[in-house]
Structures are given as structure tokens and as C-alpha cells.
């Protein structure tokens, strides 16, 4: 597939299958395309050339987690989780992510990494086969980037897909590596 944006080529020619528990890692420097990449393979942006083919349902990360701020953390991954049609996920996915302490608070009181988390949470509540990961790891610390890759590993022992993207270093054992270069 290519990708262009404001009337400028980003990438051609970028090609790869992703079958049950397989993953994929993104990288390449600031504006090469990781994020349009990732939003191609949700379906929000068409390629400039080529195609996506997927089967199964696809769960995104983006940059902004989308939970509203004035209810509690538990309201707001609950209000997902149910339109996902898993509404009793949404409580183990917190305790998955280490948030489940927070559950009764306001989103907005939530720090920087606390809020990744809980999108984390959101995706892992989805019950969705494909996971589409825009810098999972960004503003997390030491031990919930391992909770990431636990959370990852365990996605994709069960027959689950990841495409993630991203700067920092995220363990995914047997990924393919998509560079994207500039
Ligand atoms: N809506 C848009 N219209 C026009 N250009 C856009 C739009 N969104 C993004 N771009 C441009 O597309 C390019 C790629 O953006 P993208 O966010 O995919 O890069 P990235 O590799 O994820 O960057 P980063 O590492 O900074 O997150 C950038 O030059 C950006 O300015």
C-alpha cells in the first residue's frame, strides 16, 4: 500500500500479512507515517494505492485515549466495554493494567500514564482480534511498559494479532519490523 497526506507521498510500496499471533512493529523518525499507517489499517484513512484485507474485529489505541473526562474511570471503560459488547470486561481490564484502585475516580484526575493505561484497558476490554497500537508505550514507566508487553504476549498466545507503532522499545517477540524511512 502507499500512504499520502496534504498532496505529499509519504510511502510506497509497504506490504505485509499479519495471520493469528503474529505481530508487527512500526518505526521510522518523526512524521514518516507511522500513525497514518496504523490509521489505515483501522479503515480512517484510505491508501493512496493499495489495500487493507483483514478478518475480524479491530480495536485502536490512538493518540488521544477518547474516555470521557467527567465520569469515573469505571463509567467510562464501562461505557466502551459495552458497546463492544463485553460489558463485564471492563472491570479485569483495569485490574489488568494496574488501574482497578482507580476505578472510581473522575478521568480527569488521571495522570499522563494512568490515562495510556486505561486506553489500554479499553482495547483489552474489546474483545477485538486485531489490536492497532499507536505508541502504546508513550508516557509510561518501567513497569507498565512490561505490563504492555504481558498484555500484548498474552493477546497473541490466544490466536490475537498487534500492529503497534512506536519510538520506544516495546518487547514482541518474533515481530515483523515494518522501518518506515524518510
Ligand atoms: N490530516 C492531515 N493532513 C495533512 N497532512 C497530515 C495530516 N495528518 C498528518 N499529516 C502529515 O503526515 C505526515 C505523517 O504523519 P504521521 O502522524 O503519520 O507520522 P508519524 O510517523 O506517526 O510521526 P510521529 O513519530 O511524530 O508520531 C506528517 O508530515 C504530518 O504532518
Known amino acids: 500500500m502507499a500512504c499520502a497526506r496534504g498532496g505529499r507521498m509519504l510511502f510506497e510500496d509497504v506490504s505485509f500479512a499479519l495471520g493469528p499471533s503474529d505481530a508487527a512493529l512500526v518505526t521510522g523518525p518523526n512524521g514518516v507515517g507511522k500513525s497514518s499507517l496504523i490509521r489505515i489499517a483501522a479503515g480512517l484513512l484510505p491508501p493512496a494505492a493499495g489495500m487493507v484485507e483483514s478478518t475480524g474485529s479491530r480495536a485502536l489505541l490512538a493518540e488521544t485515549a477518547a474516555l470521557d473526562g467527567e465520569v469515573t474511570l469505571a463509567q467510562a471503560t464501562g461505557f466502551w466495554a459495552r458497546i463492544d459488547g463485553s460489558p463485564d470486561a471492563a472491570m479485569p481490564a483495569l485490574e489488568r493494567v494496574g488501574l482497578a484502585h482507580l476505578a472510581p475516580v473522575p478521568v480527569r484526575f488521571l495522570s499522563t500514564g494512568q490515562r495510556r493505561r486505561a486506553a489500554m484497558a479499553r482495547v483489552a476490554a474489546s474483545?477485538?482480534?486485531i489490536w492497532l497500537l499507536d505508541e502504546p508505550a508513550t508516557g509510561l514507566d518501567a513497569a507498565a511498559v512490561t505490563t504492555l508487553e504481558a498484555l500484548i504476549a498474552g493477546h497473541r498466545a490466544q490466536g490475537g494479532i498487534v500492529l503497534a507503532a512506536t519510538h520506544q522499545p516495546?518487547?514482541?517477540?518474533?515481530?515483523?519490523?515494518?522501518?518506515?524511512?524518510?
Do not use: Q
Open 127 to 129: 474483545d477485538a482480534r
Open 170 to 182: 516495546i518487547a514482541m517477540p518474533g515481530a515483523i519490523a515494518i522501518e518506515l524511512a524518510a
